[in-house]
């Protein structure tokens, strides 16, 4: 059982920065996936970034690339998204999610835990 839970959303103008954290619980990382959704009003939820099991590799979906960077503090636990230049578009509520042990995740359906989620609005 893994609990996720996160922080640091917020308002920001168009082209500001936030960082968003979520600590974990219950497993030890570098057993399983663990990265960030997220989901428009409207819109379906979506992969933004992610660590893959072994806690090494990174993924990221093509619309944040080389502006959202994910990293982590093992000793910690927590995870965290720097979102940079940030645009309007990116507003959505924004979920920590990890995978089953041993599995990547970069759809919905391989996501086995979820944050509560915290919200980013960019305004422009």
């Known amino acids: 059982q893994v609990q996720l839970v996160e922080s640091g959303g917020g308002l920001v103008q168009a082209g500001g920065s936030l960082r968003l954290s979520c600590v974990a619980s219950g497993r030890t990382f570098g057993t399983y996936a663990i990265g960030w959704f997220r989901q428009a009003p409207g819109k379906e939820r979506e992969f933004v970034a992610a660590?893959?099991?072994?806690?090494?590799?990174?993924d990221y979906a093509d619309s944040v690339k080389g502006r959202f960077t994910i990293s982590k503090d093992n000793a910690k636990n927590t995870v965290y998204l720097q979102m940079s230049s940030l645009k309007p578009e990116d507003t959505a509520l924004y979920y920590c999610?990890?995978?089953?042990?041993?599995?990547?995740?970069?759809?919905?359906?391989?996501?086995?835990?979820w944050g509560q989620g915290t919200q980013v609005t960019v305004s422009s």
């Open positions: 660590y893959r099991w072994r806690g090494i590799s990174t």
């Open positions: 999610a990890a995978g089953g042990q041993f599995k990547n995740i970069a759809t919905i359906a391989e996501v086995r835990y």
